[in-house]
């Protein structure tokens, strides 16, 4: 059974810094892309990023608007992803869910996890 | 980036009727490789959108058959043949031709 868990959400300051995992199973991780999504309160869904596999080139992109303060990085041996984020601002307020990226299908995301809370306020 | 636009944003349908969602792109979903990257997702309160039909027209495992895909180009719809309770919550439709990913706004379906 294919499973994404992410955790490492919670109530952060401006400016300062978070990172979130995902940890996943039942599929072959090294192999697969991952995106994440970020989905503020009431509102509809946003592409944060992507990291494909480093068996088809390790390509890592980013919304323009998480450019140059979010990271995205993976641990094959231990089917983890993870989003640092920093220099947080109060519009990144959301629920971040990372995916998976099936073969075939230009690494589109097909199973998600259940999502981590970030709260960005003073 | 591609717009997605949907329509209708809200939907209310008495169970057992059909029900029909529009996504439009601002360019073509069809890919090099002969496959239209436009996929279906379904999210309920407080969960995690679900995947329904991908590469526009084909149901993911466990989809009921009663969820259609169809479409080409920069048009295509999602139907429901029956509706049924458990089909209430909050449609997308997402493009995945190029990065960034984008969605439309999202349709919320009503199950009366």
């Known amino acids: 059974e294919v499973r994404l868990e992410e955790s490492g959400g919670g109530l952060i300051g401006p400016g300062r810094s978070l990172r979130l995992s995902c940890r996943t199973s039942g599929f072959a991780f090294g192999e697969s892309a991952l995106t994440w999504f970020r989905q503020a309160p009431g509102q509809g869904l946003q592409w944060v990023g992507f990291i494909g596999s480093k068996t088809f080139g390790g390509t890592i992109e980013y919304a323009a608007s998480v450019r140059g303060r979010f990271t995205l990085s993976r641990n094959d041996s231990g089917s983890v992803a993870y989003l640092q984020m920093s220099s947080l601002k109060t519009e990144d307020t959301a629920v971040y869910f990372c995916s998976r990226g099936y073969r075939g299908g230009r690494a589109s995301p097909d199973y998600w996890g259940q999502g981590a809370l970030v709260t960005v306020s003073s | 980036d591609i717009v997605m636009t949907q329509t209708p944003l809200s939907l209310s349908v008495t169970p057992g009727q059909p029900a029909s969602i529009s996504c439009k792109s601002s360019?073509?979903?069809?890919?090099?490789?002969?496959?239209?990257?436009l996929y279906w997702y379904l999210q309920k309160p407080g969960q995690a959108p679900k995947l329904l039909i991908y590469e526009a027209s084909s149901r993911f495992s466990g989809v009921p058959n009663r969820f259609g895909g169809s479409g080409s180009g920069t048009d295509f719809t999602l139907k429901i043949g029956r509706v049924e309770a458990e089909d209430a919550g909050v449609y997308y439709c997402?493009?995945?031709?190029?990065?960034?990913?984008?969605f439309g706004q999202g349709t919320r379906l009503e199950v009366k």
């Open positions: 360019q073509s979903l069809l890919y090099s490789d002969a496959k239209t990257y």
């Open positions: 997402m493009q995945s031709v190029e990065r960034p990913y984008t």
